[in-house]
């Protein structure tokens, strides 16, 4: 009699077949691996781009904002109230490392200082006197900031390699800039005096990722002075520039 049920022989794999296995296995591992990181590497680059593009346009916005108010007198509809125009500086500034804010500063760039009436500073503070002086430079952390009045500063924006500053002048008085300088020259006598003839500002920031690797190889770019560089590290880096008009000096 036969037996109701046969068990059959337990076979495996051989050895090319897990050989072949193993393989596949390998290679999908391998895809999976490269297309995860090439999303995480667009998702850094992407995100460094974009805080970079945030910084620049509201460095630019603020400094433009308070640029193009330089020199604003609040005159007052009071008759008895003797002010006729602004008593004040409305922009100074030194080229690179000079005397203002030494310890503070990062060589080699810029400080601007503009002055007009107004009931706050650039921190959102008030002012006294109604009054403000605001100053901006790079600190040595690359921290491009605010200070007001000589008061502590305030960061504007971060990752800032460069800030740079040209001024320009209106020499014969016919509203047309002449020339742009990195430091006018003050005279006592103020048909002399080229801080007196400055009608516009032409400001210019060099902005960078914090992290390597946001640039494929080593950037090549103009820098604030027009000049071809090549960038020491693989940081992704944007060149940032806007001219503005000095509107209460009539251009």
């Known amino acids: 009699m036969k037996p109701a049920f046969t068990p059959r022989r337990e076979t495996s794999l051989s050895l090319v077949e897990l ?18 990181s090439g999303s995480m590497q667009i998702f850094r680059v992407q995100g460094e781009s974009a805080r970079i593009q945030e910084s620049g346009r509201f460095l630019m916005d603020t400094l433009g904002r308070q640029i193009t108010q330089a020199g604003y007198a609040a005159i007052s509809t009071d008759y008895t109230d003797p002010k006729l125009a ?36 650039c921190q959102g503070n008030a002012v006294a006197g109604g009054t403000a002086r605001n100053e ?6 690359e921290e491009l900031v605010c200070a007001s009045n000589g008061g502590a500063a305030e960061m504007l924006a971060d990752g800032v390699e460069s800030f ?7 020499s014969d008085g016919d509203y047309t ?16 005096n080229e801080w007196k003839q400055v009608r516009t500002v032409r400001v210019c920031a060099v902005v960078r990722a914090f992290s390597p690797g946001t640039s ?30 000095l509107r209460n000096r009539g251009i």
């Open 86 to 121: 602004f008593a004040g500086t409305p922009i100074s500034g030194e080229d690179g490392l000079v005397a203002t804010r030494t310890d503070e500063r990062k060589n080699g760039s810029d400080y601007l200082a503009v002055s007009f009436d107004a009931s706050t500073d």
């Open 216 to 245: 494929p190889a080593a950037q090549t770019y103009q820098d604030c002075s027009g000049a071809t560089v090549t960038a020491p590290d693989t940081r992704l880096r944007r060149v940032l520039g806007a001219t503005y008009q």
């Open 19 to 36: 050989m072949v296995a193993l393989a596949i296995g390998l290679l999908l591992t391998m895809s999976v691996g490269t297309i995860l």
């Open 136 to 141: 901006f430079y790079l600190n040595t952390r």
């Open 177 to 192: 800039i002449d020339r742009y300088k990195a430091q006018p020259v003050y005279n006592a006598d103020p048909l002399l």
């Open 164 to 170: 740079q500053v040209l001024y320009g002048i209106d």
